[in-house]
């Protein structure tokens, strides 16, 4: 089975990794690796270095426009991707297409799939992000999928009430965790070494703060809160590990204001990006993951470190005890983030399981796609949810005298 994997950016990647790693160990699979968008631009830390340092044969590279700037880059950069990997794959000719999560070049790429009835399977459907354009993107792509390869019971519940078919979705768990085992993490002064500091003196912040891209306009405001809160808790003591956001709307505002707080600041360094083993020991070793990316709800609760999660950007997604939400005021975090280094907090999560850990979660994978009937994955039929009271409980915005027939 030829199966084209895609690949935007670090974050992807590195949920991709281990379930690339066993498509290229199985005979039975040909992966056909496509790399675009963030992985292309050296803005981003020159990622596509880390892809072809392991090793894995790039098939294509997509080419995908600059970063969003303006709100119409954002339907100008999803024509001119959906176009791109609309000729990767017909020179690719793959069997399947495999994408994960929310990004626009997933969608992009699933897009061009439809084009050409090619059966798509979607990793991390079903999940939630509300506070940003993610959000949508993520649900449209469950509809353009084939099969659904998910990361909890609730994503898989939520996955049918969007009318995918039972047997389509496959509970599997989070792909990353995986990584999380198999790697051999470095200690805390190798880490120091591998980020060029003279040390990682405690309280050790791990800050990673995207613009939540339904809000962009709020997001230079929301970074400045976020940094002004570390000042007030830290003073200038500890250390601020920070990896500078992606390229969604909003994002130039946050990196310029990210990157001028640590210009001002010692004890404050800033990153384009870490790569994955960095990345990792930096969760195993910190005091607190500050900000509000989806490895701080799923990589992190692995680490039992404590987490604060800004602001709306991952609003729904099922989070572990070792998470603390407030709103993107410097008030707030300032307050959730002395908790967070409280060590009675610390100690309170002894014990915590990591609810998106489903073991070995490329196999599960490879398990699904082998068993596929590839011939029948692009007829789809919606699933209606069976009849129950909860029907006759809905009100709807308009009511009407039809509401009640």
């Not at 292309?40 to 020159?46: F, I, R, S, T, V």
């Not at 998910?150 to 994503?155: E, G, I, K, M, P």
């Not at 991952?314 to 707030?332: D, F, K, M, W, Y």
């Not at 699933?383 to 009271?389: A, H, K, N």
Request: include cysteine.
């Amino acid at each position: 089975m030829r199966v084209a994997v895609v690949t935007g950016s670090r974050a992807d990647y590195g949920l991709l990794r281990p379930t690339l790693d066993a498509l290229e160990r199985d005979a039975d699979f040909e992966p056909c690796l496509l790399v675009g968008a963030m992985h292309l631009n050296p803005l981003y830390g020159d990622t596509i270095a880390e892809i072809e340092a392991d090793g894995h044969a790039i098939a294509a590279l997509v080419p995908v426009p600059a970063p969003v700037c303006e709100k119409a880059d954002f339907a100008r950069n999803l024509g001119h991707a959906t176009v791109a990997f609309s000729e990767a794959l017909a020179a690719c000719e793959p069997d399947v297409l495999l994408i994960v999560g929310d990004r626009f070049e997933a969608f992009a790429a699933a897009l061009a799939a439809l084009g050409r009835a090619l059966p798509v399977a979607h990793l991390h459907g079903g999940e939630l992000s509300e506070g940003s354009l993610d959000d949508a993107m993520r649900h449209c792509i469950t509809k353009l999928s084939h099969l659904h390869l998910v990361a909890t019971r609730a994503y898989a519940e939520r996955v049918l009430q969007l009318g995918e078919e039972p047997w389509r979705i496959h509970l599997v768990g989070a792909v990353a965790i995986e990584s999380i085992r198999a790697l051999a993490l470095l200690d805390r002064d190798q880490l120091a070494r591998a980020l060029e500091l003279d040390g990682l003196p405690v309280p050790l912040i791990a800050l990673t703060f995207h613009a939540a891209s339904l809000a962009a306009d709020h997001a230079a405001a929301q970074a400045r809160a976020l940094t002004e809160a570390v000042d007030e808790v830290l003073e200038d003591r500890g250390c601020v590990v920070v990896t500078l956001p992606n390229d969604d709307p909003g994002s130039i505002s946050v990196r310029e204001t990210l990157r001028m707080w640590a210009d001002a600041r010692a004890h404050v360094h800033t990153f384009a990006a870490l790569g994955q083993l960095r990345y990792l020991s930096l969760l195993a070793h910190a005091d607190v993951v500050l900000g509000n990316s989806s490895s701080a709800i799923i990589e992190a609760p692995s680490f039992g470190v404590p987490v604060v999660n800004v602001g709306e950007r991952q609003r729904g997604r099922l989070t572990a005890a070792n998470v603390i939400s407030c709103p993107a005021r410097r008030e707030a975090i300032a307050c959730a983030l002395d908790t967070a280094l409280d060590p009675a907090f610390r100690a309170s999560l002894e014990g915590m399981e990591n609810p998106y850990d489903h073991g070995d979660v490329s196999a599960r994978v490879l398990e699904a796609l082998s068993a596929a009937p590839l011939e029948k994955l692009v007829h789809k039929r919606f699933f209606d949810l069976p009849d129950d009271s909860w029907r006759g409980r809905l009100r709807f915005g308009l009511a009407t005298t039809a509401e009640t027939v």
